[in-house]
Nanobody
Framework: QVQLAESGGGLVQPGESLTLSCVVS????????LGWYRQRPGIEREWVAI???????NYRNSVKGRFTISRDNAMNTVYLQMNSLKPEDTAVYFC???????WGQGTQVTVSS
């Protein structure tokens, strides 16, 4: 059974940074493509960043150059480093396997002055 535990969200001002973490269990972590997703108010959940098992990454255009996804296979953890945060990044952030249907609780990120 897949379990996903996101953490690291909070309230920050525009331009500040946050790092999200997600511990994943119940999968063969090392070979699984993982992603960060977010649900902004009034908008369907959208993908933010993807990292393949070997480490290849992909980002949605609006976060390119500001967000970095990484993984620690020894710790079964995937990270999302978010820099230069903008109010439009405000959302609940989730991690999941690419194509996964079971979601965790997510972690709230609020960017506001």
């Amino acid at each position: 059974q897949v379990q996903l535990a996101e953490s690291g969200g909070g309230l920050v001002q525009p331009g500040e940074s946050l790092t999200l973490s997600c511990v994943v269990s119940g999968i063969n972590f090392n070979i699984t493509a993982l992603g960060w997703y977010r649900q902004r108010p009034g908008i369907e959940r959208e993908w933010v960043a993807i990292i393949a098992g070997p480490g290849n990454t992909n980002y949605r255009n609006s976060v390119k150059g500001r967000f970095t996804i990484s993984r620690d296979n020894a710790m079964n953890t995937v990270y999302l480093q978010m820099n230069s945060l903008k109010p439009e990044d405000t959302a609940v952030y989730f991690c999941n396997r690419v194509g996964g249907v079971t979601w965790g609780q997510g972690t709230q990120v609020t960017v506001s002055s």
